[in-house]
């Protein structure tokens, strides 16, 4: 017997068995209730999310973090950005003038987040119940908790 399992159109078939007769092949197959892969793991929805984030950067404003870490753990989500600070900051900071510096990283972080919550419900595919953020300028890293209505 063979255990052979393909899909075709969403269906899951097992070859049950496959014979020769007089030089021709017969194949015979049953449906087996199999159910088709399993959700997305832990591990591929925190890099799915970490290398989504980091275009969603890119795209929107220009500048792609040095790093993205996601952990989910239970109903919780943590996001930790490094280097999420554009050039523009950059220059403020290199000028001096490290106060409007803080102002232009606040209102990014703020302008940013509906795009990252979005982009985290469609990943999991939930409705978040909550969403902090903070973003340092000094340290260089923006940190995101994500509360979730059930573990993904």
Known sequence: MIGITISNFGVLYKFFDIV???DKYIVF???EDMKPDPEPLQGQLE???AQQIQ???LNSLGHKPEQISCKLIDR???IVVED???PVERFLVAS???QLAEQVRT???IAFQPQLKALIEEVLKVNLIDFLGNSNLYTGRTSITAILPTKP
Do not use: E, R
């Open 20 to 22: 020769s007769f007089y």
């Open 107 to 109: 209102s990014i972080h």
């Open 76 to 78: 919780t989500l943590f």
């Open 29 to 31: 197959v049953g449906l």
């Open 47 to 49: 890099q799915t999310l």
């Open 96 to 98: 001096g003038k490290q």
């Open 84 to 86: 999420p600070t554009t």
């Open 55 to 57: 275009a969603l950067y």
